[in-house]
């Protein structure tokens, strides 16, 4: 029995660890784009915000660079959420002119992908001329560590039911083999028998052979059939 259930779980168990290892990097996959999804749709919905602020005063006459209302309105989206660098409003060049960090102001705005994660929405005055941005950015390091945060719990969930899986895939299998065994034992009467009285298939798993003759005997007597004598 023990070589037959050594093949049993060689086979199963890494199949099972493999199978609960993909689900969980299918998740984690899954979950991380949603996550990101969600941030950039935080983010465009921002910058659209500011836009249509921006855009509605261009309709009234009022010049973007004469627009200083916004930079209150870039300071209180920018405390709203503690995960933006900063909100910063620029011109047609580049030029940053109202920003939640006032120290931005008047500089050109520089992409920085590795620190931040940057969405735009343009201005346009009402003769769909464009008139400058809405960049927002957020702090890729925040963004890294709320993904670590979930690659963690993800692994946790994971290992413990990879653990719970062994164990009943271990009990699956080595309980009722336990019991076939003894049965197919006591069915074909050779409990004792030397290997050579085995099927030829027998000399190779003892276990294996005994089993088949139970199962050939047992067929035999359900079919009403006499009981075939083991081939040796």
Known sequence: ?????????????PVTVAAIAFGAYLCFGSARMSYLGLIDSRLSEIASRIDATAEKSLSLGIPLAGQQTLNGV????????????????????????????PARIGTAFVTDQAEARVRRSRIDNPF??????????????????????LARDVFTTAAA?????LL?????????????????????????????????????S?????????????????????ARPAKT
């Open 1 to 13: 029995m023990g070589r037959l259930a050594a093949i049993l779980l060689s086979t199963v168990l």
């Open 161 to 165: 039911a990879c653990g719970v899986a």
């Open 74 to 101: 870039l300071v209180r989206e920018r405390a709203a959420d503690p995960d933006l660098l900063s909100i910063d409003v620029a011109d047609g060049e580049g030029t940053i002119l109202f920003s939640s960090t």
């Open 128 to 149: 769909g001329l464009d008139e400058g941005d809405v960049i927002i950015r957020a702090s890729q390091a925040a963004i890294d560590r709320n993904l670590d945060g």
């Open 206 to 226: 003892p276990e294996v052979g005994w089993a088949l003759t139970a199962i050939e005997m047992e067929h035999d007597r359900i079919g009403g059939h006499p």
């Open 168 to 204: 009943l895939a271990v009990l699956a299998i080595l309980l009722p083999l336990r019991r076939l065994y003894a049965h197919a034992l006591d069915a074909a009467g050779h409990g004792d028998e030397p290997a050579a009285a085995l099927p030829p298939i027998g000399r190779l």
